[in-house]
């Protein structure tokens, strides 16, 4: 049995979090974590039966008092990085599903890594669905060099653009053998044709409604080509999150992206 503890186990993923490592007989919680819910039971907030599991309000309290091996954690891009930092620091795994971490800090956590022997996975996203899109990305842009993107999330979500989409233009951009062409339109208003990622426009909807959506939009000569993923549960990112938390702790430093996990 891996001993878990979930990191933000009161946010949207971290209670399907809870309820997927519960279900897993290789996986034991171990703990929860979420300061604003302190005191509550950890399965009770997750919408199934108590657990027995009382959520902390502090990462480090938790960690002394549960003594895990993986730290899963869904919070937020502005604690993410110290939080990662801390737990690995006490040479314990990390699976982040947090967006936000720049390429500056995933180094640092690399640095640890190596001093400390913690492993982690960053995958801005856990969805099947999803790796396969951006693989089919990367492949299209080899041959067709011009392409947009739009991503399409829920109106809580904390950043724009959203980590899948910087990372499927980042795979773009490297997969690339030409040039795009220049893009000469001009902004009447700033922003109007989005973040740019190597090359690549970026656009970001935010709306009711929506979980987690992303096309990609590439323009050839007389011809169009459109990929879309649409994550429409949260339950599609949970096979990719037991996955990693079981892979984590063999496969040495920082990895990013769970496609290197398949
Ligand atoms: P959410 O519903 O707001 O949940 C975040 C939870 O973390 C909240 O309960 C929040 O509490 C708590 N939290 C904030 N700071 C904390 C801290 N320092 N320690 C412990 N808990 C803390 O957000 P979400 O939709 O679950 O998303 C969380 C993150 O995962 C975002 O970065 C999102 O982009 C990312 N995400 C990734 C994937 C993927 O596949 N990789 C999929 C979906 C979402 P308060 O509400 O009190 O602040």
């Known amino acids: 049995m891996i001993r878990i503890v979930v990191n933000g186990a009161g ?14 007989p290789e996986l034991e919680l171990a703990g929860a974590v979420d300061p604003s819910h302190k005191g509550e039971d950890a399965g009770i907030l997750a919408g199934t039966e108590r657990n027995g599991v009382t959520v902390g309000g502090s990462l480090q309290t938790v960690l002394e008092e549960t003594h895990p091996q993986v730290v899963v954690d869904f919070t937020s891009p502005s604690v993410i990085f110290d ?55 990367e492949k299209i842009s080899a041959y067709l060099p011009n392409a947009e993107i739009i991503e399409l999330h829920h109106n809580h979500k904390y950043d724009a653009p959203s980590g899948t989409s910087r990372l499927t233009a980042e795979k773009m951009g490297a997969a690339r053998k030409q040039e795009p062409c220049e893009d000469r339109t001009a902004e009447s208003i700033p922003g109007a044709r989005g973040a740019v990622v190597e ?12 979980v987690a959506h992303q096309e990609v939009l590439f323009g050839g000569e007389g011809e169009i ?12 990112f949970m096979p990719g999150v037991v996955l990693a938390c079981k892979k984590v702790l063999t496969v040495p430093g920082v990895t990013y992206g769970l496609e290197n996990y398949l």
């Not at 946010?11 to 897993?24: H, N, Q, S, Y």
């Not at 090359?199 to 970001?204: F, V």
């Not at 990929?227 to 599609?236: E, N, P, T």
């Open 199 to 210: 090359g690549i426009r970026i656009h970001s909807v935010r709306l009711p409604g929506y």
């Open 83 to 137: 939080n990662a930092a801390a737990v690995m620091e006490k040479g314990l795994s990390m699976v982040i599903g947090t967006t936000g971490l720049t390429e500056k800090q995933r180094t640092l956590l690399q640095e640890i890594s190596s001093r400390t022997g913690a492993n982690a996975l960053i995958a801005p996203n856990f969805s099947l669905g999803a790796v396969l899109m951006m693989e089919a990305a």
């Open 11 to 24: 946010g949207k993923m971290g209670r399907e979090v809870v309820k997927a490592v519960a279900a897993d």
């Open 225 to 236: 080509l459109t990929i879309r993923h649409d994550s429409l549960d949260r339950k599609s």
